[in-house]
């Protein structure tokens, strides 16, 4: 089977590089561009998944998330987000925002997300369906006493 490709787009190159890392590691093809390069990237990568940070908002606005679909219609996209920008992170669910992440990010989180939304890329899972969380391994809950 084919590595699933994933496009980090954040102007950040500390997140971009932080990101690439870790998803490489998961077995995952990643690319990094920032905002400014994101669509000559986004036509030549044809990735499965672009996470998305929210500057691309600040930047470009909204109306350009239909380009994104003109291009690749089957490519989801996941936001990050600050805490400061909760609410309209939400709110972009409504333009088509599969999910969204909060920074500081967590690793559990970002695996999870990716993986849900990757799957439902594929077809194997229906959007809005559950995914297991996963358990720590170390931990007090797992000391006998």
Not at 1 to 7: F, Q, T
Not at 111 to 132: D, F, H, N, S, Y
Request: aromatic share 10%.
């Amino acid at each position: 089977m084919a590595r699933e490709k994933i496009l980090v787009v954040d102007n950040n190159r500390i997140d971009s590089w932080f990101l690439q890392q870790y998803l490489s590691r998961k077995d995952y093809l990643v690319e990094t561009t920032d905002i400014h390069h994101f669509f000559r990237k986004l036509e030549i990568y044809s990735p499965d998944l672009i996470i998305l940070s929210f500057d691309f908002f600040k930047i470009c606005g909204p109306r350009e998330l239909t380009k994104i679909g003109e291009v690749s219609k089957r490519t989801l996209i996941v936001l990050l987000v600050s805490h400061q920008e909760i609410e309209k992170g939400r709110m972009t669910r409504k333009l088509g925002i599969f999910d969204y992440i909060i920074k500081p990010y967590n690793m559990d989180e970002i695996e999870i997300v990716t993986q849900k939304a990757l799957e439902t890329a594929r077809g194997k899972r229906p959007v809005g369906a559950p995914v297991e969380k996963k358990t720590d391994r170390f931990g007090f809950h797992h000391l006998i006493g």
